[in-house]
């Protein structure tokens, strides 16, 4: 069935250094993939997408990369700050108007 | 205006009471979606509205009531909850296949 998923619950990092985020899906079928932040008492955030027709993309700070031979996706963070500090989760759109979350990532950024 | 706003911010309500959350968007986005979030876990999609049609519905109890008035408003109308039912609401919007906007959601619980 439909599974998107992280390999690691939690992550913590130094202030600075680079973060890698990963995710796996199993719905080869799908097409497009979005990473959110969630602080806090706040709603997901949306971060970087990125479409099955390409294997990377650039953002500000942030790169997402995607490996459709064996369903992988990762987050890439540049220079850490604490403001980074959040869960992170990817989603996978199966087609039209269905996101299907991963279980999340907490990023704890140390100073 | 890129924002999704969400009412109440926070809601208690007993198991026989009636009450609606509501959310509102005015970036034209013709779908609009509501999500369950429990503590430490994804958001789980409820329901989606596509051009004010419901277009899933994600096989959630009838104890929740969705309701699309316009192409701007959502509403959750809420009857008969459990003690389960507490959880973090999350409206989101977007255009079809496209990065959702969630608003920073309704804390519910029932007592």
């Known amino acids: 069935g439909e599974n998107v998923g992280l390999h690691l619950p939690t992550l913590s990092v130094q202030e600075g250094d680079n973060s890698i985020i990963n995710c796996a899906y199993s719905?080869?079928?799908?097409?497009?993939f979005i990473w959110y932040k969630q602080e806090s008492g706040k709603g997901p955030q949306f971060i970087i997408d990125?479409?099955?027709?390409?294997d990377k993309r650039q953002g500000q700070r942030v790169t997402v990369l995607l490996n459709k031979t064996v369903k992988h996706l990762s987050l890439q963070i540049a220079a850490t700050q604490p403001g980074d500090s959040a869960v992170y989760f990817c989603a996978e759109n199966t087609g039209g108007f269905k996101t299907i979350f991963g279980a999340g990532t907490r990023l704890f950024v140390k100073a | 205006d890129t924002e999704v706003t969400q009412t109440p911010k926070h809601l208690v309500m007993g198991m026989t009471n009636k009450k609606s959350l509501k959310c509102e968007q005015h970036?034209?986005?013709?779908?609009m979606y509501w999500y369950k979030q429990k503590a430490k876990k994804p958001p789980e999609l409820m329901f989606v509205y596509s051009y004010e049609k419901l277009s899933i519905n994600e096989s959630v109890p009838s104890r929740f009531s969705p309701e699309c008035p316009n192409s701007s408003l959502l509403n959750l109308h809420l009857h008969a909850l459990q003690p389960e039912d507490s959880a973090l609401y999350l409206c989101?919007?977007?255009?079809?296949?496209?990065?959702?906007?969630f608003g920073p959601g309704t804390r519910l619980t029932v007592l």
């Open positions: 970036m034209g986005h013709r779908a």
């Open positions: 989101a919007s977007s255009q079809p296949a496209d990065e959702q906007f």
């Open positions: 719905n080869s079928a799908s097409d497009y």
């Open positions: 990125i479409r099955s027709n390409m």
